[in-house]
């Protein structure tokens, strides 16, 4: 645990030694804030509604410019292989970096929570639904985080590793608007796997358990795969 806790802080005092974590997050918060009084002023409703229906879409085109890094650099660098000699595994390697991406999302949803302060000031707030939708928000980027790493694990090229994420958590995202192509005979495969309308369901204040697991196997599957890439590096 003390290697996987000295990996995270590394990772995420990394981020902001570059301009690129800094960019994102003010990226973020623009378009949100951007969704957020659109839907208030605009739609003149006080609710969080047009915040949260489009949190999908711009957390699987950010989270990948995060992720990105993690391995991809390691191995473009040559320090993988430093990393890997040093009395660590692959497992506390694998964890350590993804709850460093994991901070940094924390961080970025902490900084919309006044969004939902300024609708509780201007009318009810269904408070219960809200936070059911925040949780969904960071069960969703934990999602993407544990592709982003996947991928990163694959290549030592981060434009690659950014496509290659960007390309699986569009495919997750675009699912449900399928539905009316394929026909109702994919509408239970697309439900199983599909982030949008998983997320959805939490963003109306519905917090199921099966969501929750989706998002746990989606999130254990992905390091999974990054561990053993990780793994058959040994055996080259």
């Excluded at 301009?19 to 990226?27: D, N």
């Excluded at 993690?70 to 890997?84: D, Y």
């Amino acid at each position: 645990m003390q290697n996987v806790v000295a990996i995270a802080k590394r990772e995420f005092s990394s981020y902001f030694n570059s301009p690129i974590a800094y960019l994102v997050v003010a990226a973020y918060l623009i378009l949100s804030g951007g969704l957020f009084f659109s839907g208030l002023f605009l739609g003149g409703q006080a609710d969080m509604r047009a915040f949260f229906e489009l949190s999908p879409l711009l957390f699987f085109i950010i989270t990948p410019m995060l992720t990105m890094r993690l391995l991809a650099e390691e191995r473009a660098q040559g320090t993988m292989e430093l990393l890997l000699t040093m009395p660590v595994t692959d497992w506390e390697v694998v964890i350590g970096k993804y709850l460093a991406s994991l901070g940094l999302l924390a961080v970025m949803i902490g900084l919309t929570i006044p969004f939902a302060i300024s609708v509780a000031f201007l009318g009810p707030l269904d408070k219960g639904a809200t936070m059911s939708a925040f949780v969904g928000q960071f069960l969703m980027c934990g999602t993407y985080a544990a592709i982003g790493l996947m991928a990163s694990s694959f290549t030592k090229n981060q434009i690659v590793a950014a496509l290659v994420a960007l390309f699986i958590g569009f495919g997750l995202f675009i699912l449900g608007r399928l539905v009316p192509v394929l026909g109702p005979w994919a509408a239970p495969f697309i439900n199983a796997i599909c982030i949008d309308i998983r997320f959805q369901n939490a963003a109306r204040g519905v917090l199921d358990t099966r969501d929750v697991l989706y998002y746990l196997s989606m999130i254990g599957g992905c390091l999974l795969v990054a561990q053993a890439t990780l793994e058959s590096r040994r055996w080259r």
